[in-house]
């Protein structure tokens, strides 16, 4: 059998796909030999690597002649979908909206049958509809503010009163300003699509530079709201923590988090170390900080601390998935299993006694010492110990704290909204920028996360600074019976 491939002496030239093209016979084989030990080296390193690429897709139709442009670097695997129907279950309280408020109404009625034009009688049968619907055109509202400036005898100077709808010397008012803001900054809206959105839907002129301005001096009114924030944070009996990678004029910085069910401060430092966290908590910190494992957060003195068991089960499966060791395998399953039981256990407390419940966690605690003390070799389960025996106080202070969650699930929720920003807006420009950046997220997301959707809340508060130069404090939480 005779094929057409011939060997160039050009190493770099050497094509793979034709050298399976007729199938990889004796003949291609020794044609490869008598070019001598590079190319025939060659020639097995890039089989080898297209090997590799084909074990690794299998489902998009990729054949041996392929392109290497045309196949994918990576190829997230396939995940079974879950047995479950969208929605809620089966006797749950449904959610509609609420019945708007009628501002006006339209009657209907037609003479003629509209299928075969005959003449209609009037029966006394009606039925209605309610329609709600944003008017056909939203005209912003220009007001002329008439000030009259008088002369004080006592202070010998001219005074006039204060107009408490707009910032100082701005043409543009309070509401326009904060609703921008809360598109930017809570949703997450590109600048130049909330221009878009007010130029052509409400026919309100803006520029991106009077817009970037007014929120500048937004954030330095409310800052006295991003101060309590933190301290409220830093008092809190439970926070979250986590961090991820944003950019301030193309060089790197870190966002930084720290979140519970009614505050979330946003921070964004040039550093990811642990001196960031210090100037944070500026003492010992008397709740429970749950995180991951990064080291950064060890400098961190705690009263307890919960590190995320699903950061743990993760690298479980990731590290099964190139290790398969029966050292590994052992070892990994016993955690697993052991994980899944305490936080099962954790769920189940109601329903146990308390004694129950005590000697419960103390079988946990026993399973997790023999594991640790067990003899292991692999490297992988090695270096996992090495993390355990470091943090072993550290995972499972959920069972015996009320509130404390087993995962740090709560913090990466919050934190995703900074990740859909740092997509659509490529982060901060300036240093400036990003100060208003942190300052606003935390009180837009604590607003939200306080029961208040809305942007009246932030509009009231600046009627009330420029008529009496305070802030009021940040509103309170308010309760599912108000």
Not at 56 to 82: F, M
Not at 201 to 229: C, M, R, T
Not at 315 to 323: I, T
Not at 410 to 424: A, F, L, P
């Amino acid at each position: 059998m005779r094929t057409d491939f011939r060997i160039t002496s050009d190493i770099n030239t050497l094509d793979v796909a034709a050298l399976l093209q007729n199938g990889f016979n004796k003949e291609t084989a020794e044609a490869l030999y008598a070019q001598g030990k590079e190319v025939v080296i060659f020639a097995l390193l890039q089989l080898a690597a297209l090997a590799l690429n084909n074990n690794n897709i299998t489902n998009n139709n990729i054949s041996i002649t392929t392109p290497s442009a045309n196949i994918p670097v990576y190829q997230k695997p396939t995940i079974k979908k879950r047995n479950q129907k969208p929605g809620a279950k089966i006797g749950h309280k449904g959610h509609r909206r609420p019945t708007p408020t009628i501002n006006r109404q339209e009657t209907h009625r037609i003479t003629h049958c509209p299928d075969c034009k005959t003449k209609l009688n009037k029966r006394n049968l009606v039925r209605t509809r309610l329609i709600e619907d944003i008017p056909a055109t939203i005209i912003p509202e220009v007001t002329e503010h008439t000030i009259h400036r008088d002369y004080c005898p006592q202070c010998k100077k001219i005074v006039e009163p204060v107009v408490p709808d707009a910032m100082p010397k701005a043409k543009i008012g309070n509401r326009t300003v904060v609703l921008s803001a809360f598109l930017h900054y809570c949703v997450g809206t590109a600048i130049s699509q909330i221009i878009a959105i007010f130029n052509a839907h409400f026919h309100f002129k803006l520029s991106a530079g009077g817009l970037v301005d007014s929120w500048h001096k937004l954030a330095l009114v409310l800052k006295p709201w991003y101060d309590e924030i933190a301290e409220i944070a830093r008092s809190s009996t439970i926070l979250h923590g986590d961090e991820t990678g944003w950019r301030v004029n193309g060089k790197t910085y870190w966002l930084w988090c720290f979140s519970n069910q009614s505050v979330t401060y946003y921070m964004i430092e040039r550093s990811r170390a642990s001196p960031v966290l210090l100037r944070f908590f500026k003492r010992s910190f008397s709740g429970v900080l749950v995180t991951d494992f990064y080291g950064a957060y060890n400098a961190v003195v705690c009263a307890h601390k919960q590190r995320c068991l699903v950061h743990l089960l993760r690298e479980l499966k990731k590290v099964s998935l190139y290790n398969n060791s029966s050292n590994w395998l052992l070892f990994s399953r016993r955690l697993n299993r052991l994980l899944r039981d305490a936080m099962r256990l954790r769920g189940n407390k109601n329903s146990m006694s308390a004694s129950q419940y005590s000697s419960s966690c103390s079988c946990i605690e026993r399973r997790l010492t023999l594991l640790l003390e067990g003899s292991w070799s692999d490297k992988d389960v090695l270096r996992l110990l090495k993390r355990l025996r470091r943090h072993r106080s550290e995972l499972f202070v959920f069972l015996y704290v009320e509130g404390v969650p087993s995962d740090n699930n709560h913090v990466e929720r919050v934190i995703r909204s900074g990740v859909v920003m740092r997509k659509t807006s490529y982060c901060n420009r300036s240093v400036s920028g990003s100060e208003t950046q942190m300052i606003l997220m935390s009180i837009f997301k604590t607003l939200r996360q306080r029961g208040y959707e809305g942007t009246e809340i932030i509009v009231d508060a600046l009627r009330a600074f420029y008529s009496t130069k305070e802030l009021p404090k940040l509103p309170e939480t308010i309760h599912s019976g108000e």
